[in-house]
C-alpha cells in the first residue's frame, strides 16, 4: 500500500521545489490541500492527482486519512495547522519556522515530544552537498553572508523568515559548543537593512551576515581551516585554496537544482524517518535555532 503524503499549501515554494521532488518518489499517493480552489484544480490536474484526493479544507483531509504532511503555508498559519496535525497523530514537515516567535516555535516542540509525533523543521541547507562536503574538513572559521538584492522588512520577519536559513548553518558548521555569542545590526525606522550574528567557542568562529540592500541576490559561504579555504557560491559553485593553489571543483551540469539545494535530501530524511529508516532531526536542536533567532530580535529592537 502507498503512503499517503498531503502537500498542504500549494504556493511558490511548493510549487517550484517540493511538488516536482515529492511526485518523483515512489510509493506516494498525493494529497493536495489549499483554500484556492483555481489552484488546486491546476495543479492538481499538472499531477494528475484524482478528486477524491483534493482538499480545500484540513478537516475533510484529516477524515480521509494521511499518512504524513509536507507543509507550506504562511508562517502566520504554522501553529494552528502543524498543531492540528500533531493533534491528529500525522508525522509533519515543515517549512522553517516553526513559529516568528520562540514561545509559538517551543510550544509545537513540546507537543509533538507530548504526543509521540514525529515533526520535522525545513532546515534544507543542512542538506546541500557542497556545505555537507564544505564541512568534512577543519573548521576555523566559518562566514556565510546571505543578501537581498533590494527591500528592507521588519526585525522579526527578517529574521525569523530568512536570517534563520544563516542562523542554523552556521549552527551547523560550527565545530564544536558554542560559548559565546554576539548579534550586530542596522535597523532604520523599523526596517533590517543588516544583520550579523558571531558563534565563538572553543578554537573556532562562525559568522552569519545579511544585507537586506547589497544590490545582488548572492549567498556565499567560506570555511577555512587546516590550510585550506573552501568557498562555495550560491550553493554549488565550490573553490578549494590549499598551499597558494585555486582549483575550481567540478559540476555536475545535470543536477537538478533541488538536488543542489539540498531539498530532494530533506524530502528523502523526512520520509525514511517517518518509515522508520533513519531517525528524523533533533528536535530541540532546531528549536535552539529559533532561541537564537529570538535573541538577535531582541538584541536588535530592545
Known sequence: MADRVAV?????IARKAYLPTITARAGLDLHLLTRNAERLAEIADQYRVPARRRFTGLDELLEHGIDAAFVHVPTSAHAATVGRLLDAGVPTYVDKPLDDSLAGARELVERAERLGVPLMVG?????????????RGARDLVVLQKNQDSGGGGVREVVFDDFIHVVDTVRFLAPGPVERVLVSGVVTGGVLEQVG???????FTAIGLMHRRAGAKQERLEVSGGGVKVEVADLGRVTRHEGGRVTLMPEDGWAPVAWRRGIEQVCDAFLDGVRGGGGLPDLRDALRTHELCEQVVAELTG
Open 197 to 203: 550574528l558571531t558563534l565563538a567557542g572553543n578554537g
Open 8 to 12: 498542504i499549501g500549494l504556493g511558490d
Open 123 to 135: 532546515f534544507n541547507r543542512r542538506y546541500v552537498p557542497a556545505y555537507v562536503e564544505a564541512g
